[in-house]
């Protein structure tokens, strides 16, 4: 569940900052498939990847991460 929320926000930031995932996946130093496991929700990103996310898509870490589900 944490991971495809993860790979959600990943997903949409890249498309927005105009990325392909086979050139997003180059700018981090990764494959495309681990990438795009990221992005399906198949795996969950270490700290130091999401960092590297959200310095390559010149955003924050606040505003990468899923935000917590609120309870009624």
């Known amino acids: 569940m944490e991971a495809e929320k ?3 926000r990943i ?3 890249r498309k927005l900052k ?3 995932q086979e050139s997003f996946a180059k700018e981090l130093g990764i ?4 990438f ?3 992005e399906r ?4 990103p270490d700290e130091s990847l999401v960092m590297k996310i959200a310095d390559c898509l010149d ?3 606040d505003e990468l991460s ?4 609120k309870v009624h």
């Open 41 to 44: 929700g198949n795996r969950l």
């Open 18 to 20: 105009g990325f392909t």
């Open 11 to 13: 997903r949409a930031y």
């Open 31 to 34: 494959s495309v498939s681990i």
């Open 59 to 61: 955003i924050s870490i």
């Open 66 to 69: 899923p935000k917590e589900d």
């Open 6 to 8: 993860w790979g959600r």
């Open 36 to 38: 795009g496991e990221i």
